[in-house]
């Protein structure tokens, strides 16, 4: 994927239409969630160097990555959906859940199956609640009210095994409660 738009690969002189910090990360997280590689281009200029709205791109996504690269490198598919906001990735039992849409002081995943023994955000360290209602609603709340992170903030739970989906014939049962 290139930074700029699809005009070309490489060195585009006038491209108006970088991608931003934020399409650059979800990308990445939607990548490793796929188990797939990211290849970002960055052409250089005539001169070799690399144009400072690229550079600043590339240092804002190795600073996120400084903190969440556990939850990227090395990542396995998650069979877990993340309805509308966000993405997972997993570790063996420990899950990933990357928070495009940032609900707010809590945050609920329809479907899951699997226990969920503990959470915490990695942006800080914070521990969270985590909470399984009968529905299959996993409910991780204390979250702070405002996003630490203005693109992605990744919540790592651990799971008493690896995490799985509620098995469903009707996938909005849960909005009534009716998934068991």
Avoid at 150 to 165: L, S
């Amino acid at each position: 994927m290139t930074i700029g738009d699809a005009g070309g690969w490489g060195y585009v002189r006038h491209n108006p239409n970088m991608k931003t910090v934020c399409q650059l990360l979800q990308h990445l997280v939607n990548a490793a969630a796929g188990e797939g590689n990211y290849l970002l281009n960055c052409g250089p200029k005539p001169d070799g160097g690399i144009r400072r709205e690229e550079a600043d791109r590339l240092r804002a996504v190795g600073r996120w990555m400084d903190v969440h690269r556990r939850a990227i490198y090395a990542s396995q598919r998650c069979e877990l959906r993340d309805g509308m906001i966000g993405n997972w990735t997993r570790r063996g039992s420990t899950g990933y859940l990357h928070l495009f849409r940032y609900p707010g002081v809590e945050a609920v995943v329809p479907g899951v199956a699997t226990r969920a023994r503990s959470a915490e955000l990695l942006a800080n360290g914070r521990k969270l609640r985590v909470r399984q209602e009968h529905n299959g609603r996993l409910v991780i709340s204390g979250l702070p009210p405002r996003a630490p992170h203005p693109c992605v903030n990744t919540v790592k739970v651990r799971f008493a095994e690896d995490p799985r989906c509620i098995a469903e014939t009707d996938p909005a049962a849960w909005l009534t409660g009716e998934a068991r």
